[in-house]
């Protein structure tokens, strides 16, 4: 005996429902979105605070304070054995302070793991005082270095970006396949400063930029540095006694005296800044509150 398929019943069709008062329908809320908004930075990049640091008997950095700015371009300027190195060496994690605190995008840095310092270092470029190129490699390979050995980049990637950063600092591709021995002291700073931004670096240290360097070619690598610092956006740290190339790239001067911060202003203040050691160091004045150590005979 057949059986009849039964019917299916359709749902009875929904009613509207009733406009919200005032007759304005609501637009849909949208849901949140799972995602957290990234933290601010902080506009202080590196925050020095109480800094000290002593070899012996004698103390070098005594109590330093410092604020860099996110950003902007920090020259500290001063005399030799002031503490410029020292303090930029325990930045950078060379030396360790025997007191202090040092910020880096608020996080303290004094006493981190090797890898917390490792991974932070690769946010900071460095241009050493006399380029410090290896001589055993041609000069891409120097400008890629980090990036093969640190960043574990491919060789023709890295290759690549040395040639496009030896570009930026005005050094064309012949020059890329040349050896540090080759070119002159000028074309072996502007390598170094391709080296520096390689990586596109958070941070750049500038370790007395301009020595050795003749007025013409110093000033040359002035306007470089200031050309890429603003390219990249980076921060920079600069340590120097040529007030020269203090004044070209500097939007803060800082001088440092006996191991302390004792005058820092915007760099065209310089020139006013109503202290008197300051006056005397940009004037290269011997006669001062500023008195050198020299044997008399």
Not at 98 to 122: F, H, N, P, Y
Request: include cysteine.
């Amino acid at each position: 005996m057949d059986t009849e398929t039964p019917r299916k019943i359709p749902p009875p069709p929904r009613k509207p429902l009733p406009p919200p008062p005032g007759g304005v329908v609501q637009p849909a809320v949208p849901a949140a979105d799972p995602t957290p908004a990234p933290e601010p930075k902080s506009p202080i990049h590196i925050h020095l605070r109480d800094l000290h640091k002593s070899f012996g008997p004698k103390h070098v950095l005594n109590g330093l304070n410092l604020e860099v700015p996110r950003g902007e371009s920090v020259v500290i300027i001063g005399g030799s054995g002031t503490g410029k190195s020292v303090m930029l060496k325990c930045i950078l994690g060379i030396l360790v302070p025997d007191q202090g605190s040092i910020l880096v995008d608020d996080k303290e840095t004094v006493g981190q793991s090797a890898r917390a310092r490792e991974a932070m270092l690769r946010h900071f470029g460095m241009l050493f005082q006399g380029a410090a190129l290896f001589d055993s490699l041609s000069v891409w390979q120097n400008v890629a270095f980090g990036l093969i050995q640190g960043r574990k980049m491919r060789r023709d990637e890295a290759k690549d970006i040395a040639f496009t950063k030896l570009a930026q600092v005005g050094l064309g591709p012949e020059v890329g396949e040349l050896s540090p021995a080759e070119l002159s002291g000028g074309m072996q700073k502007r390598v170094g400063l391709a080296r520096a931004i390689a990586a596109d670096p958070d941070v750049i240290f500038f370790d007395e930029p301009t020595t050795g360097l003749d007025p013409i070619m110093a000033d040359v690598i002035n306007d470089l540095i200031v050309k890429c610092v603003k390219e990249i956006g980076a921060t920079a740290v600069s340590i120097t006694h040529d007030m020269a190339s203090a004044r070209k790239i500097a939007d803060k001067i800082a001088m440092i005296y006996k191991g302390e911060i004792i005058w820092e202003g915007p760099a065209d203040e310089v020139d006013n800044s109503g202290n008197d050691h300051v006056q005397q160091f940009i004037n290269g004045s011997a006669e001062g509150p500023i008195q050198m150590e020299v044997l008399k005979p």
